[in-house]
């Protein structure tokens, strides 16, 4: 197999509606070099190219996001369709699990981002997907995200 280095960003966000917040965004994505961002915490319900374009760089020309649920939660992937061919494999309203395949080599890998709830019983659902999770042996994965798991 080749090796290829991919710069996947990933970041909680902590909401996208604030103009303000949309040149800091921007300049962290150039910044990390990333052809695909992961960002948790949008606080949106709902999501479109447009939009997306206030604060991501414009090679950034395709993505899949998980919707908030109220004032919580929300996940956003983009990605450049020159580098990449995404299909999404499955949502949740906690993560959400894509198949990745290099345009370059045809690498192809699993790409999960999760936004974890922190409260039950929901958390408990995150915990037993996590759990079930099939990851072969050879298998490559990334596994990203805000887990919000925390020890007292």
């Known amino acids: ?45 709902d999501l479109d190219l447009r939009f997306i374009q206030k604060f991501a760089p414009k ?31 499955e949502k949740q309203h906690f993560a959400i699990r894509l198949s990745v395949i290099s345009t370059h080599d045809l690498s192809s890998w699993t790409l999960v981002v999760v936004y974890g709830p922190c409260r039950q019983p929901a958390r408990d659902l995150f915990v037993n997907w996590l759990f079930d999770l099939d990851i072969g042996d050879d298998d490559l994965w990334l596994l990203i995200g805000d887990f919000n798991f925390y020890r007292i």
Not at 13 to 31: A, L, M, P, Q, Y
């Open 59 to 89: 090679r950034f020309d395709k993505f899949d996001f998980c919707p908030s649920i109220g004032a919580s939660g929300g996940i956003l992937v983009c990605w450049v369709s020159s580098y990449f061919n995404i299909v999404t494999l």
């Open 1 to 45: 197999m080749n090796s290829r280095s991919w710069n996947v960003l990933c970041w909680n966000v902590c909401g996208i509606n604030d103009s303000d917040k949309w040149d800091h965004i921007r300049n962290k994505i150039e910044e990390s070099n990333a052809n695909i961002f992961c960002l948790q915490e949008t606080i949106k319900e």
